[in-house]
């Protein structure tokens, strides 16, 4: 018999320096100001792929299409029945779709400033260190292709 599991799955989606904040309905992120759009995944061990599952549920919570998934963050929480859940936030960049909450899953939506975030001083710290991650993943990865570029034009 297969073994159950529970993973929150939740995008950090960016779109020219902002991000997308949601507050959902029913969440496994914990409870605040700021939001992530996304689900818990549950399924059976085997079955399934995160990243199709969390790109699926980005076009349907929120009608919109995302690029490559960099997992940039985790977080546990302990919920109210005492299991303990693991979340996976995965950065990536907005390709396209016009934002449109679904009704009932996602109550509020808003791009914000990774500067408006630490302004308003209530962003708690995994998200904090997620956009950090994320950014980081990002100046390296240009850094990388920077380079790789400039070996190119001198290799034979």
């Excluded at 159950?4 to 496994?28: D, E, K």
């Excluded at 919109?64 to 995965?90: A, K, P, Q, Y």
């Excluded at 209530?122 to 070996?151: C, F, M």
Aim: zero cysteines.
């Amino acid at each position: 018999m297969a073994t159950p599991y529970h993973i929150g799955l939740y995008a950090l989606v960016q779109h020219h320096g902002n991000y997308l904040m949601v507050r959902q309905a029913v969440s496994t992120l914990p409870a605040g100001p700021y939001g992530l759009p996304g689900a818990a995944l549950v399924g059976e061990v085997g079955g399934g792929v995160a990243e199709l599952h969390l790109r699926r549920k980005l076009l349907s919570q929120l009608g919109l299409s995302v690029g490559e998934l960099i997992l940039s963050g985790s977080h546990t929480l302990r919920n109210v029945d005492g299991h303990v859940l693991l979340n996976l936030i995965f950065g990536t960049d907005y390709n396209s779709g016009v934002p449109n909450p679904q009704p009932g899953v996602i109550v509020n939506l808003e791009w914000v400033s990774l500067n408006e975030v630490q302004r308003r001083g209530d962003a708690p710290e995994w998200l904090l260190n997620t956009i950090k991650s994320y950014q980081d993943h990002l100046t390296s990865d240009s850094v990388g292709r920077i380079q790789g570029r400039g070996l190119l034009r001198r290799g034979k």
